[in-house]
């Protein structure tokens, strides 16, 4: 099979071929392009270039794989409320166990009067 004449990254940009000497070429073929898009859409653009500058080339794929993987886990947060949602949901746990722990407490205290 030939190989497309455009990534991921530039058709996303809406190139029909790759911009010169393309960073995101041997990352993101266009068959990825979905990958791309939920990474631009958790970490943005700015920070996957700073990560690409900032990883050292061999190391690369391996980066990409594991900020993916990431960027699937909070997706699947943020379908769900967000991590603000989940923490409001810790919090009333909290609140319940700790009016449990109160009622326990007055129970003792009652049997102790007795
Ligand atoms: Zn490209």
Same mark, same amino acid.
């Given at each position: 099979?030939?190989?497309?004449?455009?990534?991921?990254?530039?058709?996303?940009?809406?190139?029909?071929?790759?911009?010169?000497?393309?960073?995101? /070429?041997?990352?993101? *073929? @266009?068959?990825?392009i979905?990958? $791309?898009?939920? &990474?631009v !859409?958790?970490?943005?653009?700015?920070?996957?270039?700073?990560?690409? /500058?900032?990883?050292? *080339? @061999?190391?690369?794929?391996?980066? $990409?794989?594991? &900020?993916? !993987?990431?960027?699937?886990?909070?997706?699947?947060?943020?379908h769900?409320?967000?991590?603000?949602?989940?923490?409001?949901?810790?919090?009333?746990?909290?609140?319940?166990?700790?009016?449990?722990?109160?009622?326990?407490?007055?129970?003792?205290?009652?049997?102790?009067?007795?």
């Amino acid at each position: 099979m030939e190989e497309a004449a455009v990534c991921a990254a530039c058709r996303y940009d809406g190139h029909d071929v790759c911009v010169e000497n393309c960073q995101w /070429r041997g990352l993101f *073929p @266009l068959s990825q392009i979905e990958k $791309f898009r939920r &990474m631009v !859409r958790i970490y943005g653009k700015a920070t996957l270039s700073r990560e690409y /500058r900032e990883t050292p *080339p @061999l190391g690369r794929a391996h980066r $990409f794989e594991t &900020m993916h !993987r990431d960027a699937l886990v909070q997706e699947v947060y943020r379908h769900r409320g967000g991590i603000a949602g989940r923490l409001q949901e810790l919090e009333n746990v909290i609140q319940q166990k700790d009016q449990q722990i109160a009622h326990l407490q007055g129970t003792i205290n009652i049997q102790n009067l007795e």
